[in-house]
C-alpha cells in the first residue's frame, strides 16, 4: 500500500476528514538555536522545535498541553485524578503518534528507524507499567510520571525526532 493512501486511511479513521499536510516537514528550528532562544521573547504557544509535519506538531502540541495540565495538578496538589487522565491520554498518544511517526520515518526512508522504534517501544512500556500501578492505587506515580516526561520532551521530541526531520529536510534537496 502506497504511504500517501496509508497516511489518509490512518488520519480518516483516527480524525474524520483531516489529512496530513505532506511528506516532507519545513525544516526544525534547530536546537542548538532554540535553546539560544529561549532568553528571547517568541510568538505565544509557539513551540521551540517544531517538525514541520503539521500532524505531528498537533500531537506534539497535544503532549505538551497535558503535560503543562499534570505540573499544574501537581503544584497544586490536586494530581491524581490528574495522573490517571494523563496516563490514559498517553495510552492512546504513544499508540496513535508512534504508528503515524514510525509509518513517517519508513516513507522517508529514515536509517534510524529501527532504534527511534526501540525507543518508542520504551517509552510504551513505561507508560503502561505506570498505568498499573495508578490502578492499584499507588500514588508515588505522579512525580515519575512528571520527570519521565520531562525526559521525553528534551530528549526525544527535542532530540531524536530532529534526526528524521533533518533526514527528510536533505533527502528533499537531493
Not at 55 to 63: G, M, T, V
Not at 81 to 108: C, N, P, Q, W
Not at 128 to 157: N, P, Q, W
Request: aromatic letters at 6%; proline letters at 5%.
Amino acid at each position: 500500500m502506497d504511504f500517501s493512501v496509508f497516511l489518509r486511511r490512518f488520519i480518516l479513521k483516527r480524525e474524520g476528514a483531516r489529512l496530513a499536510r505532506g511528506p516532507i516537514p519545513t525544516p526544525p528550528v534547530p536546537v542548538a538555536q532554540a535553546k539560544a532562544q529561549q532568553g528571547q521573547a517568541k510568538e505565544p504557544g509557539r513551540p521551540l522545535f517544531t517538525t514541520g509535519i503539521e500532524r505531528i506538531d498537533q500531537d506534539h502540541q497535544q503532549l505538551t498541553a497535558t503535560i503543562r495540565k499534570l505540573q499544574k495538578a501537581l503544584h497544586d496538589g490536586s494530581s491524581n485524578e490528574v495522573v490517571l487522565e494523563t496516563l490514559d491520554f498517553l495510552v492512546r498518544y504513544s499508540e496513535d503518534h508512534f504508528t503515524l511517526e514510525e509509518a513517517y520515518m519508513k516513507h522517508i526512508d529514515f536509517p534510524g528507524l529501527p532504534a527511534h522504534r526501540e525507543s518508542h517501544g520504551k517509552v510504551r512500556a513505561t507508560i503502561l507499567k505506570l498505568h498499573e500501578r495508578i490502578a492499584s492505587g499507588d500514588t508515588t506515580v505522579a512525580l515519575e510520571l512528571s520527570s519521565m516526561l520531562f525526559k521525553y520532551l528534551s530528549d526525544h521530541i527535542m532530540g531524536e525526532d530532529s534526526a528524521y526531520v533533518e533526514h527528510a529536510r536533505t533527502r528533499k534537496s537531493m
